[in-house]
């Protein structure tokens, strides 16, 4: 285990690529994140870095950066000098949606497009938990008006679960993903579903988990980037 994580994040909301990204949803993850390396690494140094900080540094040395820091990111935008040292799904899976949207159609004939809802999928070691689906909160309820929120678990229906359940298993193993905690965003209404893209951590919509979930997704991708089991995901009861 490194002595060190970076906890890489934008500085600039708008550029999270989530619906109501702000710099509150934004220190709220790396909260809960810091939270779940304070239990289980109380003694490890944790920065919480931006890309455009990152940009100003020397170019590190892959293998010392291995050796040293765990790095953790919260973003996609990363300089390439960090990109290199990390799994290859970051740039072309995740990065590239209209390549990916591509590739499923032609692979498994997969509907694509945007979609509001996101299905946590935390892959251990041992294989992947799939979480309850988030979605966004219905604005003209109560108190909500102008406020993007996420909830969770929003129901689908078992038929539709399952192939999305094979969908994220398929794709996963396809591009070899590592053991992280991911997000896959898509659409459904009653004719189907769609695929939207791939998130290799836990993103803004992850928020939702916390308190609702344990445990929450936060916590379940700082035990898979460390290798530490997770044997469940429940939803707490009110």
């Not at 078992?158 to 997000?183: E, V």
């Not at 951590?201 to 979930?213: D, M, T």
Request: include cysteine.
């Amino acid at each position: 285990m490194p002595s060190q994580v970076w906890i890489i994040v934008e500085d600039e909301a708008s550029a999270m690529g989530f619906p109501g990204a702000d710099s509150q949803a934004i220190a709220r993850m790396v909260e809960a994140l810091q939270q779940a390396i304070a239990q289980t690494h109380p003694n490890c140094e944790v920065q919480v870095v931006s890309p455009s900080h990152l940009r100003t540094l020397p170019t590190p040395d892959s293998e010392v950066l291995h050796s040293e820091v765990l790095l953790c990111p919260l973003t996609l935008n990363l300089p390439y000098s960090l990109i290199v040292a990390l799994p290859p799904l970051y740039y072309g899976a995740c990065q590239d949606v209209e390549s990916l949207r591509c590739a499923l159609d032609e692979r498994w004939q997969v509907a694509t497009g945007t979609g509001n809802l996101w299905l946590p999928v935390v892959l251990t070691a041992k294989g992947p938990i799939y979480g309850e689906v988030i979605g966004l909160a219905d604005e003209k309820q109560p108190g909500c008006e102008g406020i993007v929120q996420y909830i969770q678990p929003v129901h689908l229906p078992d038929r539709w679960r399952q192939t999305l359940y094979a969908l994220a298993r398929n794709l996963l193993q396809w591009i070899g993903a590592p053991p992280a905690t991911y997000l896959i965003q898509f659409g459904w209404d009653e004719q189907g579903l769609w695929f939207d893209r791939l998130w290799p951590f836990p993103g803004i919509p992850a928020l939702a988990s916390l308190g609702v979930q344990d445990p929450d997704l936060f916590t379940c991708h700082w035990y898979c980037l460390t290798r530490q089991p997770i044997y469940d995901l429940t939803i707490v009861p009110d």
